[in-house]
């Protein structure tokens, strides 16, 4: 069981930036993928970024050119930069890890932590 501890969420006016860390408990398993997932109130959990063996990275529309996913192989970590915040990225955001394990894929998700732009 890997276990996901979310940190840096927070208040932040519109234009300002925030950076999101996630550390992951060890597992002996390959891991598949790392990234972060975010959910306002109303809508569904969409996907912002995800970052493959620690260098292929993909990223939703929306936060392209504005937000950076990065992996720390050595700590089980990943980050999200966040810069040029606006209030629509308003919502939990939450970590996820998937790995494989005996060829089934695991998912597994932090906590969540709040991110609130202010106009």
């Known amino acids: 069981q890997v276990q996901l501890v979310e940190s840096g969420g927070g208040l932040v006016q519109a234009g300002g930036s925030l950076r999101l860390s996630c550390a992951a408990s060890?597992?002996?398993?390959?891991?598949?993928?790392m990234g972060w997932y975010r959910q306002a109130p109303g809508k569904q959990r969409e996907l912002v970024a995800t970052?493959?063996?620690?260098?292929?990275?993909n990223y939703a529309d929306s936060v392209k050119g504005r937000f950076t996913i990065s992996r720390d192989n050595a700590k089980n970590m990943v980050y999200l930069q966040m810069n040029s915040l606006k209030p629509e990225d308003t919502a939990v955001y939450y970590c996820?890890?998937?790995?494989?394990?005996?060829?089934?894929?695991?998912?597994?998700w932090g906590q969540g932590t709040q991110v609130t732009v202010s106009s």
């Open positions: 996820y890890y998937a790995e494989t394990r005996y060829g089934l894929r695991y998912d597994y």
């Open positions: 060890r597992s002996r398993f390959r891991i598949n993928d």
């Open positions: 970052i493959i063996d620690g260098s292929s990275t």
